[in-house]
């Protein structure tokens, strides 16, 4: 392989980190604190390494060169050696004591050859191999080059050392407008500290990055908060919140999905959920549908649509908004550190390690946690706007029917909660019971569906049936919308069964009187759906019925355990 | 004697190494030159002489059957000293093929590293070749030449080292060392006096060396110097004595 020294005529600290790579590498090496492996943007002075020291060719570094090299120092400082390199000595003696001869050997003969030279060609040699090792057995506290961990890019078994890899294992080097200083340079991490993930007060530079794309904004922590913070204000937050979620969903444990898919279907999905998303029929349908068997790319469709909408809404009115204005305003940028030698070096001695990556982790899921419970429920029913396919939202249908009309019965603030997961536990066999049951009164049988009201339930199932009968309404989507109506029925508990098969046949009483009921703040004559005529007057009569102010999202298909309460 | 013999040898062929490694290693800088190419060639051409006879004599001498067993735990050590220096030898070999290559020296410009040296090296090849001044013979597209001898040679030199894993079954991690930690800061370490045609160094390690071990220099000194004090004054005192009697 020729060597091929690339002339660049860039910026200096284009310069500086080309030059960084080289001498981190070995290719040349500094003359004076020769353990710093660092280009100084000074007069000190550098010197190129002989071939044979380069790691071009990748030849393998043994460490019988290395304890010849420690046994020839050895020499040289008449016993005394480096803390390090004492323990090197000591390692290498106990592990290749077979060698040992050899290797005393061999390091008094190279130390002979060596002094046959003139003393200035012996000053370069010594340190030429001096700067050999340590880019390849580095000194406790620097960083090596050498050590490329898991952003090796590079084929073990290649020969070349491609300008690609190198520039992988210099990623540290290439903040190349580190405000204040580099601290990989300078060991002073004022840059870090100012660029932490939840600062109060970000850097300008930062700030200016959330400009460029919307996927910059919500990919930087402080970004989003912001973001998060402007869409409160507009009573938007809930799509931030659902596209959240869906992050969680994707990248969270396998374990935890079918609750987070649930969760985030009585949050943000369902019908009267507290922080409903407005999302197109189509892709509601698809979404429900997937629900049925979780996974974790179910809400992939409803996310992008959210983050589509985000994007081409939101985002723009955040760019203009007063708060992004105040954020810019005040943020800030530091001035560039001009550090002595003697402030370097004392900057060396002072590094300390960062927080540990435990409690980091901790502080997160507290401030997890602190969001999570200050959710403002945005959604206000006056303000969404319903959707032609009502009927498919209840998801338990297997064939959304495209054609039922919105004229479901549906109680304003009742929302059906059968979760479309559970639903799937046996989902056929309930598809076949429901067209059974649309012939006769059958809500159904119990085990397999939501929870069936009581002989109110029955009897205004037997009128919705008769309607639906009458519009050609498949059996599946009239009963979901029977569901939300169980609730109306306090005091006739027998009926309400879980979904789950497990269930104890008889609900609690406790359970029935809290039955579908929402905390939501909303009047009763409030309708986020439109609702037929026909029906307002049962509306009312189970309005008024079902008890107006603070309610509860239960689903149906959650364990029945007397401490189990919320859903 | 064989053994004695051996030793010898091998000092040789360790020095040679040594010297040769410290040849390849002025390659493709401000050193390197025709006369260094021509070193180089017959450093190494040296170099395989003296490997070639310590393994003859070494593998005869592991062979006899009728070796007591501290000789052939001797011997086994002398083996492992023996196919250390040639792993070395293959190796630098090996890297000054390679750098031979991607340094040529019969290019109208030459591209050699600056690295800062700019004396010669031919006061180590003169020691690897025992000999009081090199003289340079060869023709002047020695660099080209050499390339294709040497890598002939490292074929060979590989296939000699492949033979000897087969034939001669010594478990080097079996060998124990003779030397401990720290013997390089002794000096007459040599496996034994070598005296092929060396040159004798003046040592010129510095008489501390010879004491054994820095750190106990200083200790030392200090106590002979102590003894050498308390015995004047007491020679002072006996006098004294002598010359209060005699008034």
Redesign the interface.
Known sequence: SSVKLLLVSLLSSEARNFGSMLVALGYIYPLQDHKRLVIKPDASLYRFQTPYFWPTQQWPVEDTDYAIYLAKRNIRKKGILELHEQEHYNRLHKWMNHKWDFIVMQAKEQYRAAKERKKPDRVVFECQERAYWVVHRPPPGTVSAMDYGLDRRIDPNTVEVTGESLCDLFKYNSCQSCLPSNPWLTDDATYWTLNMPNVEIPTKMRVERWTFSFGELLSDPRGRNDFRLFLKKEFSGENLAFWESCEDLKWGTAATMREKAEQIYKTFLARGAPRWINIDGKTMEVTVKGLKHPHRYVLDAAQTHIYMLMKKDSYGRYMKSPVFKETTKKAICPEEHKFSDNQLEQNARNRRPSLSPIILRQMEEEQKAKMAANVDITQLCRFTTPVPHLAVYSGISDFPSATASPSLPFLAHTPACPSPISVALDSTSASERRVEASEGEGEGNPAARGPVGGNVSRSRMALSLRRLLKRGCTPSTMFASLSPKCHSAAGTSSRIQPISPNQPSQAPPRRIANFFQIKVDIPPECRIYPIESEDEEEENRAASRGGVGAKEIICPWESLTPQNGTG | MGKEECKTML?AL??V???Y??L??????T?DSQNLREELKRTRKKAQELAVANRTKLTSLLKDKTITKEDRAEYE?LW??FS??M??LE?DMK?SL??GQ??PLKVPTR?L???????S?T??A???MSVQNMKYEADSNIDTADLRDLQSEISQVTQMMEEMEMKVQVA????????E?????KSN???GNSSVGVIS?CE???K??EGG???RDPGFASICAVLVFFVIVTVAVVLGYLVVNMS
């Not at chain 2, 390849?24 to 800088?29: E, K, M, N, Q, R």
């Not at chain 2, 080097?172 to 030397?179: F, H, I, N, T």
């Not at chain 2, 930690?181 to 800061?185: D, K």
């Open positions: 000092d360790n020095k190494t040594a010297c490694r410290h390849v290693i002025a390659l493709g800088s050193s050590r492992v000293l250390s220096s792993e070395l190796v890297r390679e750098i991607d340094f591209h590293i600056q690295t800062g040296m700019t004396g090296t006061t180590v003169a020691r690897a080097p991690w079996a060998v124990e060392a003779k030397q930690a720290g013997a390089e800061l370490m040599s496996v160094i010129e390690e510095p501390e060396e071990g820095g750190s």
